[in-house]
T-cell receptor, first 115, second 118 residues
């Protein structure tokens, strides 16, 4: 069983819909991440939160809006997505201990399809 | 910027045999970390092994070990006594540091799809 839980596992939405992806962890990690992964490609970093504050935004379009309401929860709000946004969205978390190379723990992902 | 190269898009090996996956990287940093992750069809990225660049000793985790050559910027993964459950996509990853942020950023290679044949 994964320690990082993502819901829903699958999501189909139209280009005018608004939806949210949810990620939750209870390992006490204070860094949380969103990645986008296209088929047969490596994950690409989108956002990083550290202590509930946005630390890295990899120039992601504004139709993706992240939110970190507390140390255990990470959301990704979706609005007016394009067909090319169809992908697997992975959430990860890690401890924050300076430059100590803490591994990231991943969830199972949400498979998103845009019609 | 760091780059990670995995030159073997696909590999296959008979069950119980040993297989080595290659990874090279490019960086100007001296202190960094390297990882191998596996991603089976179930989608979850699973940490296989972690290597600290300032440690010369190669990391091992049960049947998994690495050959870390810092000067050559090479970080290969060896899987011994391969099992059917090892079938997955394997990603090599480099961890770099954001000086404004107490944590790190992973850059992944393009992956090697490994199939274990019964």
């Amino acid at each position: 069983d994964t320690e990082v839980t993502q819901t829903p596992k699958h999501l189909v939405m139209g280009m005018t819909n608004k939806k949210s992806l949810k990620c939750e962890q209870h390992m006490g990690h204070r860094a949380m991440y969103w990645y986008k992964q296209k088929a047969k490609k490596p994950p690409e970093l989108m956002f990083v939160y550290s202590y509930e504050k946005l630390s890295i935004n990899e120039s992601v379009p504004s139709r993706f809006s992240p939110e970190c309401p507390n140390s255990s929860l990470l959301n990704l709000h979706l609005h007016a997505l394009q067909p090319e946004d169809s992908a697997l969205y992975l959430c990860a978390s890690s401890q924050v201990r300076g430059r100590s190379g803490q591994p990231q723990h991943f969830g199972d992902g949400t498979r998103l399809s845009i019609l | 910027a760091q780059t990670v190269t995995q030159s073997q898009p696909e590999m296959s090996v008979q069950e119980a045999e040993t297989v080595t996956l290659s990874c090279t990287y490019d960086t100007s940093e001296n202190n960094y970390y390297l990882f191998w992750y596996k991603q089976p069809p179930s989608r979850q990225m699973i940490l296989v092994i972690r290597q600290e660049a300032y440690k010369q000793q190669n990391a091992t985790e049960n049947r998994f070990s690495v050959n870390f050559q810092k000067a050559a910027k090479s970080f290969s993964l060896k899987i011994s006594d391969s099992q059917l459950g090892d079938t997955a996509m394997y990603f090599c990853a480099f961890m770099s540091f954001n000086t404004n942020f107490g944590n790190e950023k992973l850059t992944f290679g393009t992956g090697t799809r490994l199939t274990i044949i019964p």
